[in-house]
């Protein structure tokens, strides 16, 4: 079954940068859009960002568009979110989700989280000063 694993959170200063990765061991993501979502305490689960298969179609939610960025590489089986200029509201567990789902168009919109079947456990991503 695929496994996703999710790495790269921590604790940051506010205006501060981290670039979190998805990866799944002994699975090719190669056919499977990729969606990044955060869950803080006390907080309904947030979709922030989907990538499709090719990479050619990704979107990102108004409150990380500008600062948050998807992208994969099919080389390393990875895929990525950079955060810029973050924010003490963007503290939150951080997962990915995989879908077979077929992202259609340059922006699409992202599936919600019940049309993922595949889940991470989560990295926790702290921004404090």
């Known amino acids: 079954q695929l496994q996703l694993v999710e790495s790269g959170g921590g604790l940051v200063q506010p205006g501060g940068s981290l670039t979190l990765s998805c990866t799944a061991s002994?699975?090719?993501?190669?056919?499977?859009?990729i969606g990044w979502f955060r869950q803080a305490p006390g907080k309904e689960r947030e979709g922030i960002a989907c990538?499709?298969?090719?990479?050619?179609?990704?979107n990102h939610a108004d409150s990380v568009k500008g600062r948050f960025t998807i992208d994969r590489d099919r080389a390393k089986n990875t895929i990525y979110l950079q955060m810029n200029n973050l924010r003490p509201e963007d503290t939150a567990a951080y997962y990915c989700?995989?879908?077979?789902?077929?992202?259609?168009?340059?922006?699409?919109?992202?599936?919600?989280?019940?049309?993922?079947?595949?889940w991470g456990p989560g990295t926790q991503v702290t921004v404090s000063s």
């Open positions: 990538i499709g298969s090719t990479g050619a179609s990704r």
């Open positions: 989700a995989a879908t077979t789902f077929v992202l259609l168009g340059p922006f699409p919109m992202c599936p919600t989280g019940d049309e993922y079947r595949y």
């Open positions: 002994g699975f090719t993501l190669d056919s499977y859009t």
